[in-house]
């Protein structure tokens, strides 16, 4: 297992940006570059999504509901994983949680929590 801080979340009006990030502090920078990482959400009351996939390999991937609003990027010096969110809606209030290794095995960060208000 690997530990994830996140950082970053908070309430911020429709329309505005957020920056999340995770770091991964006690990662060689050698293998934080070939893991895939991958921010999900679980807004309340449903089950938890795919946000934003950065393969270590291939094309990074976005959700539907996010593609041209959310950027996902990395920083293998810093370790640290990013995720860059813009014209912010009402359905992107959620639990944010970075993730690495995959959904059924991988880690996780501890969540931070986005609300979008109107």
């Known amino acids: 297992q690997v530990r994830l801080v996140e950082s970053g979340g908070g309430v911020v009006q429709a329309g505005g940006s957020l920056a999340l990030s995770c770091a991964a502090p006690?990662?060689?920078?050698?293998?934080?570059?070939?893991?895939?990482w991958a921010w999900y959400r679980q807004p309340p009351g449903k089950q938890r999504e795919l946000v934003a996939l950065?393969?270590?390999?291939?094309?990074?991937k976005y959700a539907d509901s996010v593609k041209g609003r959310f950027t996902i990027s990395r920083d293998s010096s810093k370790k640290k994983v990013y995720l860059q969110m813009s014209s912010l809606k009402l359905e992107d209030t959620a639990v944010y949680y970075c993730?690495?290794?995959?959904?059924?095995?991988?880690?996780w960060g501890q969540g931070t929590q986005v609300t979008v208000s109107s």
């Open positions: 993730n690495t290794g995959g959904e059924e095995s991988g880690s």
């Open positions: 006690r990662l060689i920078t050698s293998t934080f570059w070939g893991l895939d």
């Open positions: 950065f393969p270590s390999t291939g094309d990074i």
